[in-house]
């Protein structure tokens, strides 16, 4: 019996991709207007390659997304001449610019109908990667349960946050069903453990792993069909 559907949020629930571009536009554009020089800097390439160095002097952080863009942006600001103060006090705000756009999220057609219909049936999860703030884009209501790979320390397909969910939520993994966009982080990671996987394949790609998605569908709105079709299968 099914008691429990766990989400992936970036590219299941919304537009990952077009949330995290227009946050670093909006970042780059407010640099841009109060500290000009440091934006010419980070649009030379010095941006990605400072990513890489904190990158690497933080491997065991690779995980924490948040920590690792204002670590970036702390050095942008104190290798353009800003005091170490500065430098702090710079990156947060430039961060607090990309965060507040980064979750004005485009939720994919029927996701939020869809997450309504749901809730009344069965207990909701949602397991990220991303830094996706839960109240800030309008989630928190229908969610019973949250994890990132910042809340518990490892990015999927480690299998912590499914882990600490079916501990928390005190259900088995064949009592939960889990859906996602990515073959390894989502499927895999939750197959792994004996959860029951639906694939959000919005992009119609080919599935090219050895392993299988317990189910595929291409729009949210066949979510409910897809559960119920599982829930059938013995
Ligand atoms: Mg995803």
């Known amino acids: 019996m099914i008691k429990l559907i766990s989400f992936d949020l970036d590219d299941t629930l919304w537009d990952g991709q077009q949330a995290i571009i227009a946050a670093q536009q909006a970042m780059h554009d407010w640099i841009a207007c109060y500290h000009p020089t440091v934006a010419e800097n980070a649009s030379s390439g010095r941006y990605l390659i400072l990513r890489a160095e904190v990158a690497s002097d933080h491997s065991s952080r690779d995980y924490d997304l948040t920590f690792i863009r204002k670590e970036v942006l702390r050095r942008l600001f104190a290798e353009n ?14 961060f607090n610019v990309f965060f507040e756009k980064r979750n004005q999220v485009r939720y994919f057609d029927d996701a939020l109908v869809t997450l309504k219909y749901l809730k009344s049936k069965y207990q ?18 229908m969610i019973d ?74 729009k949210l709105v066949l979510l409910p069909q897809a559960i119920q079709t599982i829930c059938g299968e013995k």
């Open 145 to 218: 349960y949250f994890y990132s790979a910042e809340s518990v320390g490892a990015a999927k397909p480690d299998t912590k946050m499914f882990q600490a969910l079916l501990s928390d939520a005190k259900i088995k993994p064949q009592e939960c069903i889990h859906v996602g966009d990515h073959p390894q982080h989502d499927i895999f990671a939750a197959e792994s453990l004996g959860i029951k996987t639906i694939w959000f394949n919005s992009k119609k790609k080919k599935w090219s792993e050895k392993f299988r998605p317990g189910r595929e569908i291409n």
């Open 124 to 141: 909701i999860a949602a397991l990220t990667n991303g830094n996706a703030d839960m109240i800030a884009t309008g989630l928190s209501p």
């Open 81 to 94: 001449a800003y005091s170490n103060s500065e430098a702090h006090a710079y990156s947060e705000k430039a």
